[in-house]
Structure formats: C-alpha cells, structure tokens
C-alpha cells in the first residue's frame, strides 16, 4: 500500500476592500513613502472596516470561496485548525466561530497560536491527522485582523501589519503529492523583543494597560530582523538538503511577507532567483497567519502538479520553520 500524504486539494484567500496607503500613513505618523517602501518593501496594506468584524468574518469568505472551489459542503469538514494571533473573543476559538458561521456542524477545531509561523504549524499538524488516516478532510485557515492590535501612533509597527486571511484543504493522497517534510522551532527567550504587552493572564487589562497602548503589538525591529534573517534562511535550506533538493529542483519559496529584505536574504541562501518567489508584500503588507497561504492564491493559477514547494517562516516569540511540499494539482 503506498503511502498516504497529506496534499493541498484547494487554496482561497480573501482581504479587505480598505486599501491603507503609505501616503495616508504620512498623515498620520511621522514617516514617508520612500522610508517604508525602502526598509520593508511595502506600499500599502488592506484594513478590515465595519463594526464587530473580526478574523474569522474574512475565514468565511476565504472558506466558502475554497469550498466552492472544491466543489464540497461545509459539513464534509472534519477538522479546522485556525491559526491566528488576533482571534475574535479570547475564548471560544475562533475555530469554533467559523464552523458556526461556516455550517460546518461536523467539525471538531481549534486555534493554533505561533505568530506567523502558525500557518505552517498548522499544515504540518493537519498534515498529521491526514497521514495517521484519522481524518480526510481538514481545513488550516490562516488569518488575522493586525489592525486590533496595533497603535497607530508607533511608526514602527504601525507601516508593516495588514488585515487578511488565507485557507487550505488538506486531502490524502498515494501519489507522492503533499506534504513531504517539515522543520518547525521555537525559542521562547526572543519573547522579549517582540510581543503584546498586556491582555493575557500575566498582565490582564486595565485602565493603565489601555492608556499606555499595551494591547498594541511591540517590536525591537533590529533584533527580531538579525534573528529573523538567519534563522528563516537556514531552516529553509536546511529542509533543502535533508531532502536532497537543490536550488533547480525547487519550483517556488513561498516566505512569509514580514520584511522584502529578509525574503532576499532567504531566497539567496537557498540559491533561488527572484523569479521562483512568490511575493506580495507591497501590496497586502505582513497579514501574519495570512501570508502564506494568500500567496498560494494569487499563485495558484501558476502552479503545477509535481512543483516542489518550500514554504518558510519566522515568528515572534520566536517561532521559525519551513514545510517542503509537492503540489497535486
């Protein structure tokens, strides 16, 4: 009997209408255009409007887009691992939200929380629940609403983040499609440089919490880029070579879109060309879970079946990894 992998069968995406230019962030916080657009790569970035939406209202449209796609009800879902930072309520999961708003009324799910590497730890977890047979049908969903959580008054973080949301459907497959490998770390001391202050148990909200912006997201941008570039780079030329992958052999890296110049740094060291990356960051900013798999959307048209795919990604915390796939259709 060959053996079961677990393949992307469907990919959907969806951001907000909002567009967030770089020219209406110089009204609002001491920066230019040529600044971001230098440092980061970014010329706008979409904002999630209206009141009481939250991440898992732009999982249904990138959800119910995917399922059309594939031709399947919601209530085929057997699990849906939603990989988030900025949930809707801190409990129930968002997971839960979504199949709710979704019908998907025979799913079990829950959130995944490792900042932006969550979409890929929620790939290789699903990618379990496929290979062990236990489920056949799982849906990752990687999303986040950035804008709830960032001050807008701190031009360091405020030019990078956008709101959006990306899906996935993993499916068996015994034809040597899917899900090969992957590499997954974390380090837990980079907490310090890039994190949310207050809102969780250690320190729960207040009026103090509030007026100094503590729920926002803080970011020492110097050391999480010197982290970030070495580790993304290495782990995904890590995975390269334990697969014995060389750079011809890699169709497309897919990174996540937190900073052009450390998907250069990452592109150069697994020695592929520009022209196998996949990059949307000028336009939709980092979206955190969102990244990757809004990528796989814009692409999709592109891909191949058979396309060796590396997928790569850094964190806060820290979290890093990278997920080596075949495309199987």
């Known amino acids: 009997m060959s053996k079961i992998h677990a393949a992307i069968t469907a990919v959907n995406g969806y951001v907000p209408e909002y567009v967030l230019t770089n020219k209406e962030l110089e009204s609002i916080v001491d920066t230019t255009d040529e600044w971001i657009t230098s440092r980061t790569g970014i010329k706008e970035r979409r904002i999630l409007k209206g009141e009481g939406l939250g991440t898992s ?5 990138a959800v119910n887009g995917l399922l059309k796609k594939r031709g399947i009800t919601a209530e085929e879902i057997e699990l849906i691992i939603f990989c988030t930072t900025t949930p809707d309520l801190p409990f129930p999961a968002s997971a839960n939200i ?15 929380q490792a900042a932006c590497s969550g979409f890929i730890y929620g790939v290789s977890t699903g990618a379990q629940f496929i290979e062990s047979g236990k489920h056949k049908k799982v849906l990752v969903v990687g999303g986040d609403k950035m804008s709830s959580i960032i001050n807008y008054q701190d031009r360091t973080t405020c030019i990078i983040f956008g709101d959006g949301c990306g899906a996935v459907l993993l499916e068996p497959n015994e034809e040597g499609f899917g899900v090969m490998d992957s590499i997954l770390r974390s380090d837990g001391s980079g907490r310090q440089f890039l994190h949310q202050k207050a809102g969780g148990s250690a320190r729960p909200a207040s009026h103090e919490t509030v007026d100094n912006h503590e729920h926002a997201v803080y970011q020492e941008g110097q050391a999480v880029f010197k982290f970030a570039v070495t580790n993304m780079a290495d782990v995904a030329a890590e995975i390269m070579d334990r697969n014995n992958l060389t750079s011809e052999d890699v169709t497309w890296l897919v990174p996540h879109q937190a900073n052009k110049r450390i998907i250069d740094a990452t ?3 697994m020695g592929v060309g520009s022209e196998k990356v996949m990059i ?7 979206t955190t879970n969102g990244t990757i798999p809004l990528c796989l959307w814009e692409w999709e048209s592109q891909l191949k079946k058979g396309d060796n795919i590396i997928l790569a990604a850094f964190g806060g915390g820290f979290t890093w990894g990278s997920v080596y796939l075949k495309w199987a259709y």
């Open 267 to 269: 592109a150069s060291r």
């Open 98 to 112: 979504l199949a709710d708003k979704i019908g998907a009324k025979n799913a079990w799910g829950y959130d995944l």
């Open 280 to 286: 949307n960051i000028q336009r939709y900013g980092n």
């Open 57 to 61: 209202d732009m999982a249904v449209h």
